[in-house]
């Protein structure tokens, strides 16, 4: 073989990468100090005879062993073979068994991918050895931390890294926290050894960066890092957040924890607390509508201590007109040891009997609605300006809409009148059109109206309405019926997919005889060069400016900020020269307020929208073990592209931790596909150094790009 490829007069090398042991030395004294299957014997190859007689120009053993492993000593290996081709033409590569890394069982010293470092920094000691190769493509492909470290490696082998600074970027500073577990994460030399408190941290990337979870007693923790002289102390103080009760300085009613602080409205038969502060032992009544309720506490003090006591009230019934009945404001008495005080709320309980003529008024552009009265659990939906419900409830910053959804006081005002709301609507038309459809329902007074999608029905409540049009369906919409229902307060249009058939976009707008409903059509790519051209396409890189995002082994020098923008611009380049026009929410390092990303992509009414992060995890856990990229969304029209990207990801070597529902604020737009991706865990090492990798971010973006494109196909 060697004769022909030669005789051939082209310029090519010859070689070959046989079984790692040649012969043990048991069996043939110039074999190797090992214990496995020999080549010679085995498999009839000579290659030691090979290279002494150099009918080869390389040799490529395959040494598929970890350091130190009892059988087969990828060291004693090692020296065997820099022996054989010593003193020869033949160039020796080293085979590593790159299969064989990731290993999840932290005993394996295939844990992770270490072992592949420990053997290329060992193989430097011997000038016999000429290169890597790496068995096999697919393991290499899909590991994006060996990559990771092998291009690290070679990077500070060929002095293209220089001297890291020892940091701890997380904490930043001195802290008090109440975690039993803390989690530090900063950046170290790589080529020197890193110690915490005199111990070796054993698991760190390529480029020194590291992350460490360490227990914490009570009181203050001090941790010392140190390398070579350089050396970064970090205290954590744990504390474990108890407290006594709070002493009075004299028995009293604390007037400003007195219920309510601002108007209440309930309707008949609900239940609310009233809550006020007095000392312990003291009796405590609240008099509400003319009667006096005795209160309960759960202390278990007694004396002059700070209790807090409770009433269940249930808001009465009533009998005649529709109304709004004010019940005054509760008046709270304490009796404790021959002293006796009384405060009044600083607000009144209201009762809002059922149909009451008591109305609220979107007076704010598309404001947001919550399932309760907070907004801890995200947005529900969105009204438009001008909209109009009963009110049936109020409590704190919010109020209740007959709906049963709940939005800010703020964003509506409030009035009352002798008329109703006419709950007719008098015509109802489905139009189609080459991109949007549209379904316009008309009625007299500016009801309140929502709309869902659960991907097969697309659901349009109107508050108040009693009866609705049946609209003619064009053969040509992606409905096959429509049907008209009351559900409770609300009347429902129900819209059926086809089967196959699917929307990819919906909104409602408010016009001044009703609402049109606006139904977006599956927008296809072409077919040309430029197959995404006629597509838009909006990219939100996640944070920016004062609001850093995630930070890791780098602190606020490289935050998630940063991570996100140079993520987006790449993909906007890759979505480009498939012929899409991309939209931005920002192209550098400033703040844009998640409202007005929300805005951007309103007004812009894109066909894709994608929110782009980098992602984090609570301060007591081990960040280090935890990786990969994932999709959120909201809305079902979102789902498919969801899954596509989190495919794209594994296909760029990421691991896909999966699509996940969830209510972020970016998400929320239901008129073009919306989603949120995670790339990747900031403070973990290996993977933000895959983060912060140009040809990693590269890689993503391409992969992305492709699978959007895929979409737009219609290939999905």
């Given at each position: 073989?060697?004769?022909?490829?030669?005789?051939?007069?082209?310029d090519?090398?010859?070689?070959?990468?046989?079984?790692?042991?040649?012969?043990?030395k048991?069996?043939n004294?110039?074999?190797?100090?090992?214990n496995?299957?020999?080549?010679?014997?085995?498999?009839?190859?000579?290659?030691?005879?090979?290279?002494?007689?150099?009918?080869?120009?390389?040799?490529?053993?395959?040494?598929?062993?970890?350091?130190?492993y009892?059988?087969?000593?990828?060291?004693?290996?090692?020296?065997?073979?820099?022996?054989?081709?010593?003193?020869t033409s033949?160039?020796?590569?080293?085979?590593?068994?790159?299969?064989?890394?990731?290993?999840?069982?932290?005993?394996s010293?295939?844990?992770?991918?270490a072992?592949?470092?420990?053997?290329?920094?060992?193989?430097?000691?011997?000038?016999?050895?000429?290169?890597?190769l790496?068995?096999?493509?697919?393991?290499?492909?899909?590991?994006?931390?060996l990559?990771?470290?092998?291009r690290?490696?070679y990077d500070?082998?060929?002095?293209?890294?220089?001297g890291?600074?020892?940091?701890?970027?997380?904490?930043?500073?001195?802290?008090?926290?109440?975690?039993?577990?803390?989690?530090?994460?900063?950046?170290?030399?790589?080529?020197?050894?890193?110690?915490?408190?005199?111990?070796?941290?054993?698991?760190?990337?390529?480029r020194?960066?590291?992350?460490?979870?360490?227990?914490?007693?009570?009181?203050?923790?001090t941790f010392t890092?140190?390398?070579?002289?350089?050396?970064?102390?970090?205290?954590?103080?744990?504390?474990?957040?108890?407290?006594?009760?709070?002493?009075?300085?004299?028995?009293?009613?604390?007037?400003s924890?007195?219920?309510?602080?601002?108007?209440?409205?309930?309707?008949?038969?609900?239940?609310?607390?009233?809550s006020?502060?007095?000392?312990?032992g003291?009796?405590?009544?609240?008099?509400?509508?003319?009667?006096?309720?005795n209160?309960?506490t759960?202390?278990?003090?007694?004396?002059?201590?700070?209790?807090?006591?409770?009433?269940?009230y249930?808001?009465p019934?009533?009998?005649?007109?529709?109304?709004?009945?004010?019940?005054?404001?509760?008046?709270?008495?304490m009796?404790?040891?021959?002293?006796?005080?009384?405060?009044?709320?600083?607000?009144?309980?209201?009762?809002?009997?059922k149909?009451?003529?008591?109305?609220?008024?979107?007076?704010?552009?598309?404001i947001?609605?919550?399932?309760?009265?907070?907004?801890?659990?995200?947005?529900?939906?969105?009204?438009?300006k001008?909209?109009?419900d009963?009110?049936?409830?109020?409590t704190?910053?919010?109020?209740?809409?007959?709906?049963?959804?709940?939005?800010?006081?703020?964003?509506?005002?409030?009035?009352?009148?002798?008329?109703?709301?006419?709950?007719?609507?008098?015509?109802?038309i489905?139009?189609?059109?080459?991109?949007?459809?549209?379904?316009?329902?008309?009625?007299?007074?500016?009801?309140?109206?929502?709309?869902?999608?659960?991907?097969?029905?697309?659901?349009?409540?109107i508050?108040?309405a009693?009866?609705?049009?049946i609209?003619?369906?064009?053969?040509?919409?992606?409905f096959?019926?429509?049907?008209?229902?009351?559900?409770?307060?609300?009347?429902?249009?129900?819209?059926?997919?086809?089967?196959?058939?699917?929307?990819?976009?919906?909104?409602?707008?408010?016009?001044?005889?009703?609402?049109?409903v606006?139904?977006?059509?599956?927008?296809?790519?072409?077919?040309?060069?430029?197959?995404?051209?006629?597509?838009?396409?909006m990219?939100?890189?996640?944070?920016?400016?004062s609001?850093?995002g995630?930070t890791g082994?780098?602190?606020?020098e490289?935050?998630?900020?940063?991570?996100n923008?140079?993520?987006?611009?790449?993909?906007?380049?890759?979505l480009e020269k498939?012929?899409?026009?991309?939209?931005?929410?920002?192209?550098?390092?400033?703040?844009?307020?998640?409202?007005?990303?929300l805005?951007?992509?309103?007004n812009?009414?894109?066909?894709?929208?994608?929110?782009?992060?980098?992602n984090?995890?609570?301060?007591?856990?081990?960040?280090?073990?935890?990786?990969?990229?994932?999709?959120?969304?909201?809305?079902?029209?979102?789902?498919?592209?969801?899954?596509?990207?989190?495919?794209?990801?594994?296909?760029?070597?990421?691991?896909?931790r999966?699509?996940?529902?969830?209510?972020?604020?970016?998400?929320?737009?239901?008129?073009?596909?919306?989603?949120l991706?995670?790339?990747?865990?900031?403070?973990?090492?290996?993977?933000?150094?895959?983060?912060?990798?140009?040809?990693e971010?590269?890689?993503?973006?391409?992969?992305?790009?492709?699978?959007?494109?895929?979409?737009?196909?219609?290939?999905?």
């Open positions: 073989m060697y004769k022909a490829v030669k005789s051939s007069g082209k090519v090398r010859f070689g070959i990468s046989p079984f790692g042991i040649w012969a043990n048991k069996n004294s110039l074999g190797s100090d090992t496995g299957m020999e080549t010679y014997y085995d498999h009839f190859a000579d290659a030691r005879k090979w290279v002494k007689d150099g009918i080869v120009d390389y040799i490529c053993p395959q040494l598929y062993w970890n350091i130190g009892k059988i087969a000593d990828y060291s004693k290996l090692l020296t065997w073979w820099k022996d054989v081709v010593s003193g033949v160039d020796l590569y080293i085979g590593h068994a790159a299969y064989k890394t990731g290993n999840t069982d932290k005993s010293p295939w844990y992770g991918v072992e592949i470092e420990r053997q290329l920094l060992l193989n430097r000691n011997y000038p016999e050895v000429k290169g890597s790496f068995y096999n493509c697919t393991s290499l492909a899909n590991s994006p931390a990559r990771a470290l092998i690290g490696v500070r082998l060929d002095s293209k890294t220089t890291v600074q020892l940091k701890v970027a997380w904490p930043s500073k001195d802290i008090t926290t109440s975690y039993a577990k803390y989690y530090l994460t900063g950046a170290s030399d790589p080529s020197k050894p890193l110690y915490i408190n005199g111990k070796l941290v054993e698991s760190r990337s390529p020194g960066y590291f992350g460490v979870l360490v227990d914490l007693a009570n009181g203050a923790n890092f140190t390398q070579e002289g350089a050396y970064v102390v970090r205290t954590i103080t744990r504390s474990t957040g108890s407290s006594s009760a709070t002493k009075m300085s004299k028995a009293e009613i604390v007037a924890s007195v219920f309510p602080r601002s108007q209440e409205y309930r309707m008949p038969g609900e239940k609310i607390t009233l006020c502060q007095a000392p312990a003291a009796k405590v009544t609240v008099k509400i509508g003319g009667k006096t309720y209160m309960t759960t202390s278990k003090s007694g004396g002059l201590y700070r209790a807090t006591f409770t009433y269940t249930t808001i019934s009533y009998t005649g007109s529709p109304r709004v009945i004010d019940l005054g404001a509760p008046v709270y008495t009796s404790y040891n021959g002293t006796v005080k009384s405060v009044t709320a600083p607000a009144k309980v209201g009762v809002i009997m149909g009451a003529p008591f109305y609220a008024e979107v007076k704010n552009e598309d947001d609605t919550f399932e309760t009265p907070n907004s801890a659990n995200g947005a529900a939906y969105e009204l438009r001008g909209m109009v009963y009110l049936t409830g109020m704190g910053d919010y109020a209740r809409l007959a709906s049963g959804l709940w939005v800010r006081k703020t964003s509506i005002s409030t009035y009352t009148s002798k008329t109703t709301l006419n709950p007719k609507i008098t015509s109802a489905y139009r189609t059109g080459p991109k949007w459809d549209t379904l316009k329902l008309a009625y007299p007074s500016s009801l309140a109206a929502t709309a869902t999608f659960d991907g097969s029905k697309l659901k349009v409540n508050s108040a009693s009866s609705g049009v609209p003619a369906l064009p053969s040509n919409s992606p096959s019926s429509v049907t008209f229902a009351k559900n409770g307060h609300v009347g429902q249009y129900v819209l059926t997919l086809k089967p196959g058939a699917s929307i990819e976009g919906y909104y409602i707008e408010k016009v001044s005889d009703g609402i049109i606006h139904i977006k059509r599956p927008v296809r790519a072409s077919m040309g060069e430029k197959p995404l051209d006629g597509i838009t396409i990219l939100d890189p996640g944070h920016g400016g609001d850093t995630a082994p780098l602190g606020t490289y935050p998630e900020k940063k991570i923008l140079e993520n987006a611009l790449l993909l906007k380049e890759e498939r012929g899409a026009k991309v939209l931005m929410t920002r192209t550098t390092d400033v703040y844009v307020s998640l409202s007005d990303r805005t951007a992509s309103r812009a009414k894109p066909d894709m929208f994608l929110s782009i992060h980098a984090s995890m609570a301060e007591n856990v081990d960040i280090s073990q935890i990786e990969g990229f994932s999709a959120h969304y909201k809305e079902a029209i979102a789902k498919p592209l969801s899954q596509a990207l989190c495919n794209a990801a594994a296909a760029a070597g990421r691991r896909n999966g699509i996940k529902w969830a209510n972020f604020y970016v998400v929320r737009g239901t008129w073009a596909p919306s989603m991706i995670e790339v990747g865990f900031t403070p973990n090492p290996t993977e933000f150094e895959i983060l912060t990798d140009k040809a971010q590269k890689q993503l973006s391409m992969k992305l790009a492709d699978a959007i494109t895929e979409y737009f196909s219609g290939k999905r």
